[in-house]
């Protein structure tokens, strides 16, 4: 489930605007190779973004972080060679979130207004894809 807050910011004037990245649905490694796979990762208002991988029920089907992927919240995924017993499919969902640059004032014209710091996301993405590890 993503959430979006569209409310006014006060340093841009306008509604925020969501994270967006371009991962490919299928990423595939060989299991004897080391990996450092950075999300190319993009906020239009110049928001930092932050990834992390799903935590509950609305967020991800399952919520097993793969064993394989260890992953930062700068939005980069690192595998480490394993052995052959770990190749296989693994699902990851991950979380991409837009957290602003300052304090921020977000308006509303019916609920009034409310700050938002830079330890406050404004909008929770989902990303899903499929990480494959082969011999």
């Not at 110049?46 to 992953?71: A, F």
């Not at 019916?110 to 909008?123: A, D, F, L, Q, R």
């Amino acid at each position: 489930m993503m959430f979006v807050d569209e409310r006014k910011r006060s340093d841009i004037n306008r509604p925020n605007s969501s994270p967006q990245t371009g991962i490919l649905p299928l990423v595939r490694v060989p299991s004897n190779c080391q990996r450092n796979i950075s999300l190319l990762t993009f906020d239009p208002d110049g928001d930092k973004v932050q990834c992390r991988y799903g935590s509950n029920s609305n967020e991800c089907y399952t919520c097993t972080p793969p064993t394989v992927l260890s992953l930062s919240s700068s939005c980069s995924l690192s595998f480490s060679p394993t052995s052959s017993s770990n190749e296989g499919s693994y699902a990851v969902q991950l979380m991409m979130e837009d957290f602003p640059r300052q304090i921020i004032t977000l308006t509303h014209y019916s609920s009034g207004t409310t700050s938002k710091s830079s330890s406050s996301s404004m909008t929770r993405i989902p990303s899903q894809f499929l990480f494959k590890v082969d011999h």
